[in-house]
């Protein structure tokens, strides 16, 4: 519920809600021997999730200033019961999740904003379900900053720069040793991320043509335990997305690109690859695809669209240390085609 009301030379607009999630699912894990077709039973495992939200928040504007703080309220409680051996366990959270926006809208082109936000997630049940008894796992709580600029001329020309520092307490991460879930403790994520995109004039000699570009820059690392100081695995510092798309009549054609670097796989930052392909640098790859989409011009709900991934035939891949160890080969050049209908 949304209400406004207006206190001097201040508008309010005032919102408040809940939701509740209730959620039901069971987990039967059977491991098959391809050389004489017997089954072995791993895993069976009943969960429960009961989950409450509620919020309210305040949008405050006066002037050229607009403020918004915000309080969120997480009630959770999940839950399982392995049916292999009857043990059982519930882990309930409750955590306010406070949040402060604010934006200077400095002239009609540029806004100057400045966030606050704290964030939470709960246990999931693969999480519990490959747990074992004694193993207390917490769910994720972590609190954002972050301060950035937003430029938009109106005529097709924008970009945006945000810099952001991210600190998770007790992040979850599943162990490659133990084979299992564990809060990893205090982590940090540092970075600035950039936007850009401008349509060229639909007078001039380039009019259809657009390009947009995105840059991204991320230090995350572990600030407690034995490997303090390393980066986390799995993600990339640095990723980027260009394209151009141009559009002529019912046709839209769009040329992009997307690259990220080097990832590791562990904690330990190992480099050297595994004997079985689950540890050691996944290094980084650029991709390029093609597209082309076509509207009907007497049924707009009609669109036919074509295109080709991964247009070089990049060959990468990516490992896993989960319960599936080992190394993931990603999808070669790929063609496809793709129609859609709306009534």
Excluded: C
């Amino acid at each position: 519920y949304t209400q406004r009301f207006f206190a001097g030379s201040f508008t309010h607009d005032v919102s408040v809600g809940m939701r509740y999630l209730r959620e039901r699912a069971d987990e039967t894990v059977l491991r098959y021997d391809l050389r004489n077709g017997a089954a072995t039973l791993r895993r069976q495992s009943d969960n429960s999730t009961d989950a409450y939200a509620y919020y309210v928040d305040d949008q405050i504007a006066v002037g050229k200033w607009r403020v918004t703080p915000g309080l969120r309220f997480e009630d959770v409680e999940i839950g399982r019961v392995n049916r292999l051996n009857g043990y059982s366990e519930t882990v309930a959270s409750n955590e306010p999740l406070p949040s402060l926006n604010i934006a200077y809208l400095l002239n009609p082109e540029l806004t100057l904003f400045g966030n606050y936000t704290t964030s939470f997630a709960s246990i999931q049940h693969l999480q519990l379900n490959v747990n074992p008894s004694g193993n207390a796992l917490q769910p994720e709580t972590a609190e954002t900053v972050e301060a950035g600029v937003r430029w938009d001329r109106g005529d097709g020309a924008s970009a945006e720069a945000t810099v952001f520092d991210m600190r998770f307490d007790n992040q979850l991460q599943f162990n490659e040793l133990s084979r299992y879930w564990v809060n990893l403790g205090e982590t940090s994520h540092r970075g600035v991320e950039t936007r850009a995109a401008y349509a060229f004039d639909n007078a001039g000699p380039l009019a259809g043509l657009s390009a947009y570009a995105t840059l991204t820059y991320t230090k995350a690392t572990l600030r407690q335990g034995a490997f303090a100081g390393n980066d986390l695995p799995f993600y990339s510092r640095w990723t980027d997305a260009f394209g151009l798309r141009y559009a002529a009549g019912p046709w839209n054609f769009e040329l992009s690109t997307t690259h990220q670097s080097d990832q590791y796989a562990d904690d330990a930052n190992t480099a050297a690859e595994s004997a079985d392909g689950s540890l050691g640098v996944i290094p980084g790859y650029r991709l390029w695809n093609l597209q082309a989409r076509w509207k009907m011009p007497s049924r707009p709900g009609v669109e036919l669209a074509m295109g080709v991934n991964n247009v070089t035939d990049e060959r990468y891949f990516t490992r896993t240390t989960d319960t599936n160890a080992g190394k993931l080969v990603a999808a070669p050049r790929t063609f496809f085609v793709q129609g859609t209908v709306k009534f």
